[in-house]
């Protein structure tokens, strides 16, 4: 016990030298237009088990703090995602975990006064950089929220918002993206023959789902899952995960989630978030079967408050 | 015993909310049933022959044959009261027999000339003629029955067979003959208060039945027919047959009005005079004169009327209470839902953002009268130069925006945060978002500020009082520019009509007509905007 509190001091004196350094190195690996070079070394946090090679990162956060306000949603986080994997997070409520993730796509902005420090960057670009393109980021890094909520339209309108945003305006073309993306979503075979119901008549597992297609038909790089599940029942929750596995390869997925369960069935890493800081962050398996924190252990095995 | 009093409160509160429901539709229902009530007789009522030559002389409507017919049969009936009242008006009148007579030796100089008399004959005949006519006027003139008699005497002697034979000299010994035997019957000391008590009652019988068929075609269209309408006919039969007399009160202080009958045999005006009978007998026979019939005038709400709102329809006021109220929208829905999705979607919470929401909410506080005088002072004197269909809107659509905007901002306040997060999570910007997502989702709540500020808008009568309402304004012209011209009102002539003059007596129908066809009127748009808001929620929650 004590010696792991003393560890977790030494990380903590650690990872604020980390910070010194890091703002520099962002600043200087970050070009005018925030574009970071794919090679240049990424920073492995020191809480994390398994290190990600360059080519294979996806997201990278060095040092990144987010204020709301004065307050710090999340302090000094340094985490790389891969890319194709199943990342989850987990931790009690208010330890940043949803702060993190709308970081990611900056779903945050809709807060007002909100500011940022250190490196966050998705495909080697730095999304607060001022020259991002949020549209593009938004496309590239799409979001499923905590609760279903997909458009007072039409199933069809629904998963072709973000395509026709997109300026596809083929209905050929929109109709084939309808049909994969549903497909992809596994609610195609349930919803085929009225496309044109509204999708508020779904059930709430078949919406999540409909949410899900829809973010898909924008072609994104990851998709972010905010507590995917906790809306649904667990014959719902069962699919939602089972597309998760599907999906797993072709998509970068991070999934919020307050069911260890679920973190465990689902995700190749898992990484746990305690009062706004990283605290552990590995492989599934090992996180759950052998934590090397205490917090981790007392919340996994629900010691935790 | 606490649950007990749980649900004591639970009845009571049951009670209250269905009471309170009842006692509102109670409240409308003791609302709108008197107007209807007294609306409902501009569209159903029993019309009188006067109507049906109205609509056809103006309208071009029903059957001309048949209306001949009826015109006929109603002059014969009619033909019997003139018969009295003008062997009557003769003795009293004696302006137009002064005129027979003057007009008579006038054509007689002219016949004389015409058959080139010689100039001493000429002198000595029109000398005669000259003498008969003085005679006669003085007679006319005079109120002593043997003054009278001694002036018809010396006519008498006067006449000369053969000198006059056929000429209007013959007229004039004619006229003689009739008016002694006239003034015989008359007590021509009454003769003044007969001659303006005879004017009433010609007036009231030109009220009940319109010009004579041998009368010239009257200028005004108001006066071009008698009683259309069997309730005004029995009004001015009420004016016909009995007057007002001023008498001593019991204690011989002051005066008081007493209604008599005109024939009254111990009070009224014309007791025991050749006029008496006309009273009871226009009493008798008024619908053999009128030929009331039940009609359903449903072109009401389309007609043009005449000027002074007499008769037609209120047409022109509800195209224009249309083009008001839907103009105003044009201008106030826009730019309403705009200020809301900026004060909603952009504007932070900063000390100017508080201040302009300050301002919206007393703003849809101010009294409507200040909007009438501000369209006037800006709208008016700035932008179109003159009052018009524009102008007026305008300040309609200023005098709404307050409203809308408090709805839409409301409306689009409540729209999930989520669905906003969606549309930005596909990649959406903030006004795509706003359009697509945001602004169908809240389209009910803005339709519903929408409704309550067309209802306003159409019956709003102080903001256009000044700005571009005209209680005669020519029909829109639609082939010109009908935005800058001034338009009528169902408003504005309802309170015309009301303050205007006595018109609003002999009229009521009219006034409560457009009183109804406005609640009606906003009564059809409100439902139209309630089908589409209902659609549109349905369509939102997936039905």
Known sequence: MLVKTDSNIIRKSESKGLKMESIPISKNSASKNGKIKLDSPVKQSPVQDTPISAERTIVRAEGFTFFYGSKKGVEDITMNIETGSVTAIIGPSGCGKSTFLRSINRMNDLIPQTRTEGLLSVGGQDVYHKSTNLVNLRQQVGMVFQRPNPFAKSIYDNVTYGPKLQGIRNKAKLDEIVEKCLIDAAIWEEVKDDLNKSALALSGGQQQRLCIARTLATKPKMVLMDEPCSALDPLATARIEDLIAALKGIYTIVVVTHNMQQAARVSDRTAFFCLGKLIEYGMTDRLFTNPRQKETEDYITGRFG | ??????????????????????????????????????????????????????????????????????????????????????????????????????????????????????????????????EIRDH???????????????????????????????????????????????????????????????????????????????????????????????????????????????????????????????????????AGTELAPLFSLTEKILKDTMKPRFTLYWQYFIDDSTPGHYFGGVGPEVLGTLLLTLLAMCFSIPLGVISAAYLVEYAGDNLIVKIIRICINTLAGVPSIVYGLFGMAFFVAYITKQPGVLSASMTLALLVLPVIIRASEEAIRAVPQTYREAAMGLGAGKFRSFLTVTLPAAGPGILTGI?????????????????????????????????????????????????????????????????????????????IAIVIRSRMSKKLRGM
């Open chain 2, 451 to 527: 409704i309550l500020s067309l209802s306003r808008a159409a019956g709003e009568t102080a903001p256009i009082l000044f700005a571009g309402a005209a209680a005669l304004a020519p029909i829109p012209d639609f082939g010109g520019k009908w935005w800058l011209q001034e338009t009528r009102a169902l408003s504005y002539g309802c309170y015309d009509i009301t303050v205007g003059d006595k018109l609003a007596m002999m009229v009521p129908h009219k006034q409560f007509g457009m009183v109804m066809t406005l609640i009606i009127l906003v009564l059809c748009l409100n439902v």
């Open chain 2, 136 to 270: 006669l006027l003085d007679a006319f003139e005079s109120t002593d029955k043997d003054e009278i008699a001694a002036h018809l005497d010396a006519i008498e002697a006067l006449r000369d067979e053969a000198a006059f034979s056929g000429t209007p000299v013959e007229k004039m010994f004619t006229m003689t003959g009739d008016f002694r035997k006239l003034i015989a019957t008359v007590d021509l000391s009454k003769r003044d208060i007969f001659a303006d008590e005879l004017e009433v009652v010609k007036e009231e019988l030109y009220n009940l039945f319109g010009p004579r068929p041998d009368e010239q075609t009257p200028q005004l269209a108001m006066k071009r027919f008698g009683a259309t309408r069997w309730d005004v006919a029995e009004k001015h039969l009420t004016f016909l047959v009995w007057q007002e007399k001023w008498i001593p009160s019991d204690d011989g202080q002051t005066l008081v009005a007493k209604q008599v009958r005109r024939d009254d045999p111990l009070e009224g005006s014309f």
């Open chain 2, 1 to 130: 015993m606490q649950v007990r009093i749980r649900q004591a409160w639970n009845h009571l509160f049951t009670i209250l909310s269905s009471g309170s429901i009842v006692l509102l539709v109670a409240a409308l229902l003791l609302f709108l049933i008197p107007m209807l009530r007294k609306g409902i007789p501009a569209v159903v009522f029993r019309g009188t022959v006067e109507f049906r030559k109205m609509q056809a002389e103006l309208f071009d409507r029903g059957d001309t044959m048949a209306l001949q017919k009826e015109t006929e049969q109603t002059w014969q009936a009619r033909q019997e009261i003139y018969t009295i009242l003008d062997h009557f008006s003769r003795g009293i009148d004696t302006e137009k027999l002064t005129d027979e007579a003057k007009d008579l030796y006038r054509d007689y100089g002219q016949i004389l000339r015409y058959q080139e008399t010689p100039k001493e004959q000429y002198t000595e005949l029109r000398g005669r003629a000259k």
